[in-house]
């Protein structure tokens, strides 16, 4: 079992930055890709940008460029830096997390919100 806990969400005015953190506890030596995922509302729940043990990253192409995904393996920590925000970033968002076992998890999400 893994346990997330995402932060770091709340209101921004357009072209602002937030950064969302999460949390990772439990069976964490069995983590491999970190991912955080994002659902508006009315939306299916799409991948925004995901990390790999190695520190590969991949990203979405509406978020290429403002975006950075991180993690921390020693902390068991991820971050996804978020710039030049936009409304239609406006979601909530949740990290996500794959292991060894080829199991899925996933945070109670944070909201984002960009609005003026």
């Known amino acids: 079992q893994v346990q997330l806990v995402e932060s770091g969400g709340g209101l921004v005015q357009p072209g602002g930055s937030l950064r969302l953190s999460c949390a990772a506890s439990?069976?964490?030596?069995?983590?491999?890709?970190m991912a955080w995922y994002r659902q508006a509302p009315g939306k299916q729940r799409d991948l925004v940008a995901y990390?790999?043990?190695?520190?590969?990253?991949n990203y979405a192409d509406s978020v290429k460029g403002r975006f950075t995904i991180e993690r921390d393996n020693a902390k068991s920590t991820g971050t996804l830096q978020m710039n030049s925000l936009k409304p239609e970033d406006t979601a909530v968002y949740y990290c996500?997390?794959?292991?060894?076992?080829?199991?899925?998890?996933w945070g109670p999400g944070t909201q984002v919100t960009v609005s003026s």
């Open positions: 996500n997390v794959a292991t060894t076992l080829g199991r899925s998890y």
């Open positions: 439990g069976s964490i030596r069995i983590v491999t890709t």
């Open positions: 990390i790999s043990p190695g520190g590969t990253t």
